[in-house]
């Protein structure tokens, strides 16, 4: 007979992984008889006694794996790529600081990602700047730094960064992002790389802004960066993508200008329920295929694939609520304030309980949903589950990308703690937000009186 998750969303044809699938698929969680679910060896329940819930959780160990994983697909291609890590998945300095002195580089949108990673030890010769929007303000900081690149999006961006250098007597070294249109095949709201979206240059018109780029006063173009969305697990887009650029770089040689750069982006995907994980071998091969024998310097921008396997959400049953469909809301303590990706994408995480008597209760339906008074509210919906009671842990997996970063205090919610583990020992590395700070910052002009007195 079918699941009632399959009966209410019957595009999914597989049943969702159970607790123990999860787990087999995620070698740095462990479920311990005694101490509950562990991450890199430290009990996820006496992380929640100390700082409460909800609280995010990252391990280090699990970063620095990944990296080398990554770093040793590209050494079997026989590729050398900078490796630049795509801050806007994870900006924390605490995981900022673990990438830098593994020595990897940053990738930066925005010019408070910029000193963020300066702050954390990242050089600014192996920090590259993109991003559609940057303001003057932000491309004078870069100048300013002497950052390893800026990679413009557009004819407009490129000639006041060239009137900003000028002005400054300085040089800018700098790639155009080409927009290839190739969709990558992923969800509608991050893919990059066609036609319609806002990012990067017309592939058509980057020979001809190259030749512009250098007329220009105050800037030096070395090349090209592509990047195509994000969650890619099938090579295919990568490999028409970088084809794109190679056939670019070799017109753009032959037309007299020098090309020593390709950027090639990120994107690789993981896996968050059962679907195949984006493969580093196929994505450092994709790169050899097109771009390995053009004698470039090659880099990457990896974020998701290295982050979000690396973090979850610890969030308490607050209460179950029954309901007329028979499929009980089991109410969190955290909210899409707090883990946003599930309002916003629909995405799917995996839910674990953190006891391991509680993993081992029978499995029913129920919506998992926050507190926030919206009805997107919710992080799964008729997920076939341990039954919860009140008061239990739960961690929701793969949320060290696009997690923590993109918290909010809506509904006047604070802030989360957050603690890193590290292969045994764990640290907090942000306190849970207090009430006040929410208004710390407001003014209530004078003329409606003090804001503690009554109208």
Known sequence: MASLSALLHPAATEPDPTVAELLAGRPDLRMDALDGLLLEGVPLAAIAAELGTPTWVTGAGTIRRRLARLRAALAEAGLEASIHYAVKAN???????????????????????????????????????????????????????????????????????????????????????????????????????????????????????????????????????????????????????????????????????????????????????????????????????????????????????????????????????????????????????????????DAWHGIVPVSARAALAPAEAAHLVGPVCETGDRFAQARLLPRLAPGALVAILDAGAYGAVMSSTYNARPLAAQAMVDDGRWSTIRQRQEVEALWAGEIVPDWLGPADAPP
């Open 91 to 345: 900006d924390h300095l605490a995981v900022l600081r673990t990438l830098a002195l593994e020595g990897a580089g940053a990738d930066v949108v925005s010019g408070g990602e910029l000193r963020r990673a300066v702050r954390a030890g990242i050089g600014p010769g192996h920090i590259v700047f993109s991003g559609v929007g940057k303001s003057d303000d932000e491309l004078r900081l870069a100048l300013s730094l002497g950052i390893a690149q800026i990679n413009v999006e557009s004819a407009e961006e490129l000639e006041r960064l060239s009137a900003l250098a000028a002005a400054g007597g300085q040089r800018a070294r700098i790639v155009l992002r080409v927009n290839p249109d190739v969709d990558a095949g992923t969800h509608e709201k991050i893919t990059t790389g066609r036609a319609d979206n806002k990012f990067g240059v017309a592939w058509s018109d980057a020979a001809s802004l190259y030749a512009r780029a250098a007329a220009l006063p105050g800037l030096e173009p070395v090349g090209f960066a592509v990047h195509i969305g994000s969650q890619i697990t099938d090579p295919a887009p990568f490999r028409a993508a970088y084809a794109r650029v190679a056939e670019l770089v070799r017109a753009v040689r032959a037309s007299g200008h020098a090309v020593s750069v390709v950027d090639c982006g990120g994107g690789l995907g993981i896996s968050y329920r059962d679907e195949p994980e984006g493969s580093p071998r196929a994505f450092a091969h994709a790169i050899r295929l097109a771009l390995g024998d053009l004698g470039l310097q090659l880099a990457i921008e990896p974020g998701r694939w290295l982050v979000a396997p690396a973090g979850l959400l610890l969030t308490r049953v607050l209460f179950v609520k029954h309901s007329a469909d028979g499929v009980p809301f089991v109410v969190l303590d955290a909210g899409m304030n707090d883990l946003a990706r599930p309002s916003l994408y």
